[in-house]
């Protein structure tokens, strides 16, 4: 049996629909199939399944329509989304020809359906695809339990006979209302002038925008008052108002924005003002300029900023007249100015009101200046200079907030190159400023001022000299370094220490242009300078390094000691582990370090698994605490062998120790995800065992299912790769030798080999239709297998079958199908399992639960087939008297009498197993 895949995201693609080759399976069958594999496995396969689908019609289409049911039984999911994608995809652009037949079947569906919820789920659906015939159909559904649906597809459709049916129905429901005013249908402005206004009657009103509703808005405004109102009357009044412009009558929309100025004069109504002047904006321009510029004098800052808001739209050409409101204006609302026209190209603007804010008295017109010149300045060529200036030469005027605001604007302007030009002399700097360039060096890594940070250490001021650090850190280069173990020779606190060994650090563990080991090595035996360069050693690329760190451990200070065994435990490769062994093993102050270092190098890859577990296991010998022996185990979970799990498994009857022990077992032998590295045998099976009973904790209850489920593949998923000795005996001979698929030909992307089975799984772009057939041909024969299904697969047995075509049809199929599965519950006795696909019907009983192990025998002698599955025999036919009177399905099968060709498993898309797969030829 063929499966289809629905498919998805199928509304988003646009494909010529053709009709597909001849397929004689039942409309049952196919919908079945269908529905069986929802949803698909990617968009990669919608083209073929459309012209899959294609085939099933309208008629087709309405018996999927017929499976939808009430929401609450739950039993049609898989039915609604086929119904949904088609809806979705008969809608989209191009796909014409595939509406009508999925538009005629809905309707059909909803005319029948009796249960409000699925009629209005039919009514919902249909807005995607629905054309005259739905509206003309929806026009009975307007009122009752179905009105909201059907009032929501018209509106969706959308066409003037969709809304001359919502016309009909209105009343004064205020969705009705609301829906003819979103469809701008202007036929029905008679209707809704003669109700009541209502917020729904003036805002559908003002959508149709008519000269003709003018006094109806006119006695609404004046009853509001021009004040807030329940029915949003000012509001309607104002987008009528626009609507009337957008139509072509702007002096009337002019004069109601007009007429609202005049009269919406309160605090309250402001944002009315706002949309006036709006509306006024776009159809006067500039010309608006006058009022705008009386409009700015308000209180209100928020609707100062609507009115810059507004005038900002038509800078720079009436730049000059807000240029000379600037220097009249209070602080507040300069700054304002500068926010809004900053960005405004002109000479005007930065001679009137940037340029002369820069030092003006106000700290708050000042920041707004510094950031309007730098929106202004867009090709920076004046930023700099002007904020040079301002630092160095104002440097009285400017406060903590004015740096903040200049640091920003130079953070996002300079360059390596044009930050030495903020001050070419960073001493001319006060301390603020001082601080700031050295913030914007680290910000920017410019190594030309490293010297300026070098020199600013020393500095007295607190600000100063903790951004002459960070500098330090972002600037130095390789040929600092000399300077940088000088600076270190001088410094005394411990955070400066930290911040220069951290500095040089970072150069020697740079990409490229590494400096030279010897710069530490040879001074590392310096008086005073031995601990403070010790922690550079791990990350120094000189083998000198290990050798200097072991001497001083053995052979220097205590200071000294101490500094190397902090060290040590920062090294980053597993040269050390002999090291860091003594060390934990000596019990000093720096074991646990030690021990948590030895465990991170044993992760290296340079070291093999057996490497590893030798290390581990010395180690182990050392360790005196149940906590280093519980963390060593944990390690050893990265040992992924044999002798890693039967090192952890020692310890799993410790009582102390038998938890960590568990889980490392557990993952040493279970598979990493998305691998095949799980471990096999009757000694991992053993250990697994013990592993589940010991294994304790929080979701352990999970873990006991995974390593059950892994016990059970490993014992029941090998595949059988010999015959037994009766067998043999017998003249059965193996199809399938459990390793690879030779002497099979056909789709070896959806078949392969998996410990001795042959798994069947269809890929993300792979359709899973395709055949495995053997190499030979077969006449007469014993064929035996054994199968696992899952939920819903299909599969089939093709014998005496060609190479190429359906073999259902151009030789026989033998059914494999999880047939118990409620999306089969439709079809035909001839389609159960072991059935001989459209002949002879098999009897019922003998399937094991999914996900059990089947065995199956099917004998073809001359014209008799023999099927038996676990042992029961299931169809036992000559198909010359099963086709005495014609076939079970009505269809032809020209190639049922073959008396050869080959055998195979016919893919329809479904993940499943086969394993033992041997065969005997008849005589």
């Given amino acids: 049996m063929k499966i289809k895949y629905i498919f998805t995201c199928l509304f988003a693609l646009s494909l010529t629909v053709s009709l597909s080759a001849q397929d004689n399976r039942t ?3 196919k919908i079945a199939d269908l529905l069986a594999q929802l949803p698909a496995r990617s968009n990669e396969q919608v083209a073929s399944l459309i012209n899959q689908y294609s085939s099933l019609g309208e008629d087709g289409i309405a018996r999927i329509a017929a499976l939808i049911v009430p929401s609450s039984d739950g039993s049609d999911l898989q039915a609604r989304y086929a119904i949904s994608s088609l809806a979705r995809y008969a809608g989209a652009p191009g796909n014409g ?9 809905l309707l059909a569906a909803l005319a029948k359906a009796s249960n409000a919820e699925v009629k209005d789920y039919f009514i919902r659906e249909l807005a995607f695809c629905g054309g005259d015939a739905t509206v003309t159909a929806l026009g009975a559904y307007l009122n009752g339990a179905t009105s909201d649906a059907a009032l929501s597809t018209l509106t969706t459709i959308g066409t003037d006979a969709a809304a001359r049916q919502i016309l009909a129905a209105t009343t004064d429901q205020p969705d009705f209302i609301k829906a003819l005013g979103e469809l701008k249908y202007k036929p029905a402005e008679e209707k809704l002038l003669s109700l009541q206004p209502s917020k729904q ?34 509001l309607s009044y104002l ?33 009315y003002r706002s949309e006036a002047l ?51 204006s209070t602080p507040e609302l300069q700054t304002e100015l500068l926010s809004t026209f900053g960005s405004t190209s002109g000479a005007g603007v930065l001679q009137y009101m940037i340029a002369p804010s820069l030092t003006s008295g106000d700290a708050s017109v000042r ?32 406060v903590d907030s004015d740096y903040k605001a200049i640091e920003q604007v130079l953070l996002n302007k300079v360059t390596d190159k044009t930050l030495l030009e903020v001050a070419p002399e960073p001493l001319e700097l006060n301390n603020d400023g001082r601080a700031m360039l050295l913030r914007l060096a680290a910000a920017r890594a410019t190594p030309a001022l490293f010297k300026f940070a070098q020199s600013s250490i020393s500095s007295q001021n607190a600000d100063v000299k903790a951004a002459a650090f960070a500098a330090l850190a972002k600037t130095a280069r390789a040929d600092n370094t000399a300077a940088l173990i000088t600076a270190l020779e001088k410094a005394s606190k411990p955070e400066e220490i930290s911040s220069l060994q951290n500095t040089l650090i970072n150069l020697y563990t740079a990409a490229d242009n590494v400096p030279a080991s010897s710069l530490v090595l040879d001074k590392i035996d310096a008086k005073g300078l031995t601990a403070k360069l010790v922690p550079l050693l791990p990350y120094l690329k000189s083998g000198d390094a290990q050798a200097k760190i072991a001497s001083i451990l053995q052979k220097g200070t ?3 000691k101490d500094a190397a065994a902090k060290a040590l435990v920062n090294w980053q490769n597993p040269s050390v582990l002999s090291l860091l062994y003594n ?18 190098l044993l992760g290296s890859q340079s070291l093999t698994s057996d490497t590893k577990l030798i290390q581990l296991e010395q180690i182990m010998s050392a360790a005196k605490t149940t906590a280093d022996k519980s963390k060593i185990l944990q390690a050893a979970a990265q040992v992924k062998s044999l002798s890693g799990l039967l090192f952890v498994s020692k310890f799993l009857d410790d009582s102390d120790l038998s938890t960590p022990a568990a889980f490392s077992a557990m993952k040493i032998a279970l598979p990493t995800p998305g691998e095949s590295d799980g471990l096999k045998g009757d000694e991992v099976k053993s250990i697994l065992t013990t592993v589940k009973e010991k294994i304790s904790g929080e979701d352990s209850q999970y873990y006991k299912i995974d390593i059950q489920q892994y016990i059970d593949k490993v014992g029941s998923d090998a595949g059988t790769a010999t015959l037994s000795k009766a067998e043999a005996a017998d003249g059965f001979e193996l199809l399938f030798n459990g390793k690879d698929l030779d002497n099979w030909v056909g789709n070896k992307v959806t078949y392969t080999v998996e410990d001795g089975v042959i798994v069947v799984a269809p890929k993300k772009n792979d359709s899973g239709y395709g055949n495995l057939m053997t190499a030979k041909e077969y006449a007469n024969f014993v064929f035996r297998f054994e199968f696992q299904l899952t939920p819903a697969a299909n599969n089939g047995i093709g014998i005496r079958a060609p190479l190429n075509g359906d073999a259902a049809y151009s030789a026989m199929e033998i059914q494999i199908l999880d047939c118990e599965h409620p999306v089969y519950k439709d079809i035909k006795p001839y389609q159960h399992h072991g059935s001989i696909y459209g002949i002879v019907p098999a009897k019922h009983g003998a399937m094991k639960p999914v996900g059990e192990w089947n065995s199956e025998e099917i004998r073809a002698e001359g014209t008799r087939i023999k099927v038996t599955l676990n042992g029961k025999v299931i169809v036992d036919a000559d198909l010359k008297e099963a086709t005495k009177n014609g076939t079970a399905d009505h269809n032809n099968h020209p190639g049922l009498f073959n008396p050869s060709g080959h055998i195979g498993f016919l893919g329809h898309g479904s993940n499943l197993k086969f394993r033992n797969i041997r065969i005997k030829e008849l005589k």
């Avoid at 020809?97 to 079947?105: I, L």
């Avoid at 904020?387 to 104002?394: C, R, Y």
């Fill in 239 to 271: 987008q009528y108002a626009t609507e009337l412009s957008r139509n072509g009558n702007q002096k009337l929309g002019d004069k109601i924005a007009k007429e609202a100025l005049k009269n919406c004069t309160s605090s309250d109504v402001l944002h």
């Fill in 367 to 398: 920041q707004a200046a510094i950031t309007a010149l730098s929106a202004y300045d867009k090709n920076n060529e004046i930023t700099i200079p002007y904020l040079s200036n301002l630092l160095i030469n104002k440097q009285d005027l400017l």
């Fill in 583 to 600: 060390q934990y093993r000596s019990g000093s102050s720096s074991a646990e370090a030690s021990l948590g270092a030895y465990l991170r």
């Fill in 278 to 328: 709006e509306l006024l904006g776009q159809t006067q321009g500039f010309k608006l300029t006058p009022t705008l510029l009386k409009e700015i004098k308000s209180d209100d800052k928020a609707y100062r900023q609507s009115v810059l808001n507004i005038a900002k739209e038509y800078a720079p050409s009436t730049i000059g007249k807000w240029s000379s409101l600037f220097g009249k």
């Fill in 558 to 560: 205590n200071e000294e």
């Fill in 97 to 105: 020809d595939f509406r009508a037949p999925v538009e005629s079947a």
């Fill in 27 to 29: 409309v049952e069958t």
């Fill in 201 to 234: 009657t003036l805002s559908a009103l003002a959508s149709i925008g008519s000269a003709k509703s003018l006094k109806y808005f006119q006695g609404a405004v004046k009853a509001a008052g021009y004040r807030p109102d329940a029915n949003n009357a000012v």
